[in-house]
């Protein structure tokens, strides 16, 4: 069992920046692909970025290339998303998700545990 828990949502104005974090407790965190969803009002919950257990492989969905970088420190058990040029199509519930020797799907499915969700809001 994993436990997530996010933080660092909040309300920013376009163009400006936040970092997420995804703590996580259980079991061994290094073993774990880490991604970061996100799910939008009346809108289907997205892939937005996941990262290999070293951190030495990521990927991004397109619409976030360029402006978010997910990394991770397994010494702290976190996770990180972060978020520069946000835009108001950004807004939504994020979600850090783990996936067990993971490949790095951008399927939500193959994803063992979620944490509760963090609200991001841009204004515009």
């Known amino acids: 069992q994993v436990q997530l828990v996010e933080s660092g949502g909040g309300l920013v104005q376009a163009g400006g920046s936040l970092r997420l974090s995804c703590a996580a407790s259980g079991r061994t965190f290094s073993d774990y692909t880490m991604g970061w969803f996100r799910q939008a009002p009346g809108k289907k919950r997205e892939f937005v970025a996941t990262i290999s257990w070293s951190g030495g492989r990521t990927s991004y969905a397109e619409s976030v290339k360029g402006r978010f970088t997910i990394s991770r420190d397994n010494a702290k058990n976190t996770v990180y998303l972060q978020m520069n040029s946000l835009k108001p199509e950004d807004t939504a519930v994020y979600y850090c998700?783990?996936?067990?020797?993971?490949?790095?799907?951008?399927?939500?499915?193959?994803?063992?545990?979620w944490g509760q969700g963090t609200q991001v809001t841009v204004s515009s």
């Open positions: 998700a783990a996936d067990r020797y993971g490949l790095g799907s951008a399927s939500g499915y193959a994803y063992d545990y």
